[in-house]
């Protein structure tokens, strides 16, 4: 009932940037939260980011400084601003909405930092 498409991954060099974007479709509740999680090999998939319809904002540490996440709420949007990227950065991106009592999840997409 709800899909969420991302895009935006790739390679980057370490200190640099990209931008993702996550939009959501289906009956969505006016009053939800969006996000990112993120998984790297081997590894459990853990919280990044997430902001509320009304915009109030929670990060892991790890990237506080460095990611900023925003959202377009008429187009149910969800962007990841990541700046300064390090190497242990480079996990698979997955986006989120939590709306009417469920949880969905995007595709994933792949972000890869290089020295």
């Known amino acids: 009932q709800v899909q969420l498409v991302e895009s935006g991954g790739g390679l980057v060099q370490t200190g640099g940037s990209l931008r993702l974007s996550c939009a959501a479709s289906?009956?969505?509740?006016?009053?939800?939260?969006m996000g990112w999680y993120r998984q790297a090999p081997g590894k459990q998939r853990m919280f990044v980011t997430q902001?509320?319809?009304?915009?109030?904002?929670n990060y892991v540490d790890s990237v506080k400084g460095r990611f900023t996440i925003s959202r377009d709420n008429a187009k149910n949007t969800v962007y990841l601003q990541m700046n300064g990227l390090k190497l242990e950065d480079t996990a698979v991106y997955y986006c989120?909405?939590?709306?009417?009592?469920?949880?969905?999840w995007g595709q994933g997409t792949q972000v890869t930092v290089s020295s």
């Open positions: 902001i509320t319809t009304g915009g109030v904002t």
């Open positions: 989120n909405i939590a709306t009417s009592g469920r949880r969905y």
């Open positions: 289906g009956s969505i509740l006016s009053n939800n939260v």
